[in-house]
Nanobody, 127 residues
Framework: QVQPVESGGGAVQAGGSLRLSCSVS????????MGWFRRAPGKERDFVAA????????DYADSVKGRFTITRDNAKSMVYLQMNSLKPEDTAVYYC????????????????????WGQGTQVTVSS
């Protein structure tokens, strides 16, 4: 079973940038689509971004489209989330998750599809 571990969270002012990293251990990464989710205080877990096994296909929540970029490096078993032009409403705990799939181009938004989750990393954006 894969085990994602997030890092790179922190505190930043509005308009700033952060790069989250997700290190995945336990198996080769290329059998998994990967996703980033977030949970703000008092809110549900929300989809942020996802990337297919091959890295060719990506998907973003409307709220982050154009500001966030998800990438992956299968050789290093790493997934990244580059976050630019951060806003206070981006404040949340960010989670990396793995979705085992046989389809190289498949990506899904529903958190129920993801079998393995990291412990989360806090991102705080001040105005």
């Amino acid at each position: 079973q894969v085990q994602p571990v997030e890092s790179g969270g922190g505190a930043v002012q509005a308009g700033g940038s952060l790069r989250l990293s997700c290190s995945v251990s336990g198996t080769t990464l290329n059998g998994y689509a990967m996703g980033w989710f977030r949970r703000a205080p008092g809110k549900e877990r929300d989809f942020v971004a996802a990337i297919s096994r091959s890295g060719v296909t990506t998907d973003y929540a409307d709220s982050v489209k154009g500001r966030f970029t998800i990438t992956r490096d299968n050789a290093k078993s790493m997934v990244y989330l580059q976050m630019n032009s951060l806003k206070p409403e981006d404040t949340a705990v960010y989670y990396c998750a793995a979705d085992r799939t046989i389809f190289t181009g498949s990506i899904r938004r529903g958190w129920e599809a993801y079998e393995s989750w990291g412990q989360g990393t806090q991102v705080t954006v001040s105005s």
